[in-house]
């Protein structure tokens, strides 16, 4: 047997012999070869003829059983055409029947041709074969009378006949759906049952089609598996009312009624296109609406109309039907773009769709993407052209363009800039961004000089040029009219503008301190301090470093500070940049200006020394100035000579030169020997001891310095404590801070203390330990100092 072929199975009561058990009785008369048990089973468990007892009590003729056609999907698909014959193969009982079934397990064999049409078709066997083996039956059967024009044409003919189809179609459509009741046609003539579910099964998808069991006639529905059943008036009982029956969606062909229910969204589609338009190009767009959904389910309203741009050559109508074909083509079946996806998309284009279909259209990646971009642009300036408000608009998927498309983008943006109001130039320019084209302000110079007049006359207009492909021609433009704005009759209110708002657009381009505008704009941006101050001055060191033009120490410091003054730090930073040669008399009487408002400190005095040569007759800073200078000088000479370099130097030296270099002085004791600096701080005095009281403690409280070098303050101010020439009041100071320090360390770092002290002499590592003990002990300060002062330098008191 061909694969090509449906298999065949007879079914009868069989005499000796005659049958494939060999006995008398019913069975299978006779298979084609090949025939599995599988699909014996399925045709003998569902798909053979039903006689109707009662007519056989009554004994009615053999002529008024009508034929039955059932279908099944039980593991195969089998249809089957049963007939009544009266009296058995003895000749004695009535109910005897043949049956011939089709069975196959490819779904493919029915072509597409539905079960239902099979009713009188030609080639089915009413008797059985003359032995035990049967033809098969071709693939793609020839179908009875029941073909699809003809269908259509007997719908039509009926009465109400597109309402009824709308209600059996949805019937049918929702019969596989969880709790979905069965379909059941009462009907004196079986062929008319059959042509509504041949008509109905047209417009669902064959792969569902096949699946739809139904058997015609059935004498006990209530206890058939089929989901579409169809009984004779005699045999129907209660089931013929359809408002009594909660298990059945009945159609009573006797008495015209049905219970109405909400038709399926498939049925209001198809049913009145198969009734209108041509019905095999019907049948196939259901088809087509079923491949476009197989990886996702049940086709959906997008699935069908597509199908019906295809097949039926159906136009896009309305925007809703739009909207829903372009969300379709944004997430496509896989079809191919040319035969499926460049045609409806030309559909639902030529129904002149509304933005924001164009805008779903967008995202398509057809080969006529461009064109849609085109269309969406041309919509939305033209909504802005009529100062239709729009509404946010999500950015595009990136996308080149072509350069002929490119160019239709961009006159599109350049023509309309001319016809705009200049308060609506922002939503253009950031439409043009959105779609990303850079409009040549060239071809619309006119219309962006009156936008930049007016932009600059809105200083709050909330305009971002950030958010524009042309932002820095436009702020190009925009300096250029606040320029002239300067040197204007309105010269204070755009300043006040710049200060408000104009600095946070043009900070990132001023780079001339000798530009009106760029210097109002660092003064704006310097004065709101932070990073923008940071940012801007660092902008502006760069001109220090070089200056090319006379008056540019003048002319930063202007832009500058003109309204905030310098930190100490940033005035350093100033006249550290700017070199001697170009420090003028002006720039250093402004840095005076900052300095005598200032607390005296090391920026301040670096600050004044390379100021030195411009201090004149102010005393106070003279006296600083030197006093540093000696200062200075004695630390340089100490870090090179240590010991050698005496303290005579620093006798005259003021307190607030001494705070100010604390940190300094500190240093270069401790990169020195311990005895050298220690000399050094007797020698010196009560004035570097105070300085030292509060820079020692600095030094070893600071996680951040070496530990060894912390260890050196802690040694140093220990030995300076308890020197003859410290006062008590540094003993003191230093005795608490020893304590601080011993409260908070352990013996691991007693002993690191007294190693240290050790190789300096071994009578400090001894009285270190003494006032650890002491300390320890809780003694009084004063007796601790008289008992270590004794034990360290062999003296009493007096």
């Known amino acids: 047997m061909s694969a090509r072929e449906f298999h065949s199975l007879y079914y009868t009561d069989c005499r000796p012999g005659q049958g494939l058990r060999g006995g008398a009785g019913f069975q299978f008369q006779a298979v084609s070869p090949g025939t599995t048990d599988e699909m014996m089973t399925a045709v003998q468990r569902s798909a053979l003829y039903e006689a109707p007892v009662g007519w056989m009590r009554a004994k009615r003729e053999v ?30 009982r009535e109910g005897n029947q043949f049956t011939h079934a089709l069975a196959t397990a490819d779904p493919q064999l029915y072509g597409p041709i539905r079960p239902a049409q099979l009713w009188g078709a030609p080639w089915w066997v009413e008797q059985p074969a003359s032995s035990t083996e049967c033809e098969p039956v071709p693939a793609e059967p020839e179908a009875g009378p029941f073909g699809v024009e003809a269908l259509r044409e007997w719908v039509l003919g009926q009465q109400d006949g597109e309402a009824w189809l709308l209600a059996v179609h949805s019937a049918l459509d ?11 046609f009462v009907s004196e003539e079986a062929e008319t049952a059959v042509r509504w579910i041949a008509a109905a099964t047209l417009l669902l998808p064959q792969e569902r089609a096949l699946r739809v069991e139904f058997r015609v006639f059935a004498t006990n529905p209530q206890y058939s598996r089929h989901e579409v059943l ?187 800039a001319g016809a705009i109001a200049p308060e609506r130039m922002d939503l253009l320019l950031r439409t043009a961004t959105r779609f990303d ?29 950030a958010r524009w492909t042309c932002g820095p021609d436009m702020l190009d433009l925009l300096r250029d009219a606040l320029t002239r704005r300067l040197t ?59 200056p090319d033009h006379p008056g540019t120490g003048e002319a930063v410091w202007e832009a500058l500070f003109r309204t905030s003054p310098p930190t100490l730090a940033e005035l350093k930073d100033f006249v550290t940049t700017l070199p001697s040669t170009a420090m003028s008399d002006a720039v250093a009487q402004r840095a005076f200006a900052v300095l005598e408002k200032s607390t005296v400190s090391g920026r301040y005095l670096d600050v004044l020394r390379m100021l030195g040569h411009h201090i004149g007759d102010r005393e106070k800073l003279r006296k600083l100035w030197e006093d540093d200078g000696r200062l200075r000088a004695w630390v340089s000479s100490f870090a090179r000579k240590g010991a050698q370099t005496g303290a005579e130097s620093l006798e005259n030296v003021s307190e ?37 009281v509060h820079e020692l403690p600095r030094v070893w409280n600071d996680e951040q310095v070496a530990s060894d070098r912390r260890d050196q303050a802690l040694a140093l101010a220990f030995l300076t404590c308890w020197q003859d020439a410290s006062s008590e009041q540094v003993r003191t100071a230093f005795d608490k801070a020893l304590e601080r320090w011993a409260a908070k360390h352990k013996q691991a770092d007693y002993r690191r203390i007294s190693k240290l002290l050790r190789g300096i002499e071994a009578d400090y590592a001894a009285a270190w330990h003494e006032w650890l003990k002491d300390y320890s002990q809780q003694k009084p300060k004063s007796s601790r100092t008289r008992e270590i002062a004794r034990r360290l330098f062999s003296r009493r008191e007096k």
């Open 437 to 465: 084209i850079r409009p040549r302000l060239g071809r619309f110079g006119e219309a962006s000089g009156r936008f930049v007049e007016w932009w600059a006359q809105h200083p709050h207009a909330g305009i971002d040029p």
């Open 656 to 692: 607030e030169v001494f705070i100010a270099r604390a940190t300094e002085i500190t240093a270069v004791l401790l990169g020195a020997t311990p005895q050298a600096a220690l000399a050094v701080i007797v020698q010196a005095g009560n004035q570097l001891q105070q300085t030292l």
């Open 488 to 546: 204007g009759p309105n010269a204070d209110e755009v300043a006040r503008d710049i200060n408000d708002r104009w600095w946070r657009l043009l900070a990132p381009a001023i780079s001339d301190p000798f530009d009106p505008l760029d210097a109002a704009v660092a003064a704006a941006a310097v004065a709101t301090g932070d990073t923008a101050r940071r940012e801007t001055i660092a902008v502006f060191r760069e001109r220090l470093r070089s």
């Open 63 to 92: 002529a008024d059983y009508p034929p039955s056609l059932v279908h099944v999907h039980d593991g195969v698909y089998a249809t089957a055409r049963g007939i009544y014959l009266g009296a058995e193969a003895g000749g004695v």
């Open 174 to 184: 929702r019969v596989h759906e969880q709790d979905a009741p069965r379909v059941l």
């Open 230 to 416: 169809a009984v004779h008036p005699d045999w129907a009982g209660s089931l013929a009312d359809p408002d009594r029956n909660a298990d059945f969606a009945v159609f009573n062909l006797v008495s015209g009624k049905y219970r109405k229910a909400e038709p399926t969204e498939a049925a209001r589609h198809w049913v009145p296109r198969f009734l209108a338009a041509d019905p095999y190009d019907v049948v196939e767009a259901v088809e087509l609406a079923h491949q476009f959904a197989r990886n996702r389910g049940r086709p959906i309203g997008a699935d069908r109309l597509a199908a019906g741009v295809l097949m039926l050559d159906e136009p896009v109508t309305g925007q809703d039907s739009a909207m829903s074909l372009a969300e379709w083509l944004a997430c496509p079946p896989p079809v191919s773009t040319t035969d499926v996806l460049e045609p409806v998309l030309e559909a639902v284009l030529a129904a002149a769709p509304a933005l924001p279909v164009l805008t779903r259209l967008a995202e398509t990646t057809t080969q006529q993407a461009g064109r849609v971009r085109i269309a969406l642009l041309r919509g939305e300036i033209d909504e802005i052209v009529r100062g239709t408000p729009a509404e946010h608009r999500a950015p595009l998927s990136p996308r080149p363009w072509s350069p002929d498309e490119e160019e239709a983008a961009s006159v599109l943006v350049e023509a309309a």
